[in-house]
Nanobody
C-alpha cells in the first residue's frame, strides 16, 4: 500500500510563495510519475503539474504560466511544488498523486491511482 502525505499549505498574500511537499511510502517511488492536482470549492479537480519517474520530464497546466515548479528527490521519496506569484484564484486544496502507468506523465486524474489527503492553500489579503 502506498501512502502519500502532503504538507506546506497555508494562508499567503497575493504575490507570495509557498512550497508544498509530498512524502511517499514504498520502495519503488522512482519508477512512477507523480502529479499535483487541485480542487477549489464548487469546481472540478484540476491538473496542476506532473513529473516523470526520473524527474527529467515535467508538464504544467496552462494556468501555471511559469509560476510553479515541480521537483522530486527520489533518494528521499519526496516531491515538491514551489509556487510563486500566487493569485487568489490559486486557492484550493492541493493533492499529490502517483501515476498508475509507471514513469510516464499524464494530465488526467484517471491516470493516477494513489492520492494524498490534500493540503489547503489559501491566497488572500
Amino acid at each position: 500500500q502506498v501512502q502519500l502525505v502532503e504538507s506546506g499549505g497555508g494562508l499567503v498574500q497575493p504575490g507570495g510563495s509557498l512550497r508544498l511537499s509530498c512524502a511517499a511510502s514504498g520502495r519503488t517511488f522512482s519508477t512512477y510519475a507523480m502529479g499535483w492536482f487541485r480542487q477549489a470549492p464548487g469546481k472540478e479537480r484540476e491538473f496542476v503539474t506532473a513529473i516523470s519517474g526520473s524527474g527529467v520530464s515535467t508538464r504544467y497546466g496552462d494556468f501555471v504560466k511559469g509560476r510553479f515548479t515541480i521537483s522530486r528527490d527520489n533518494a528521499k521519496n519526496m516531491m515538491y511544488l514551489q509556487m510563486n506569484s500566487l493569485k487568489p484564484e490559486d486557492t484550493a486544496v492541493y493533492y499529490c498523486a502517483r501515476g498508475r502507468s509507471g514513469p510516464y506523465i499524464y494530465t488526467h486524474d484517471g491516470a493516477y491511482d494513489y492520492w494524498g489527503q490534500g493540503t489547503q492553500v489559501t491566497v488572500s489579503s
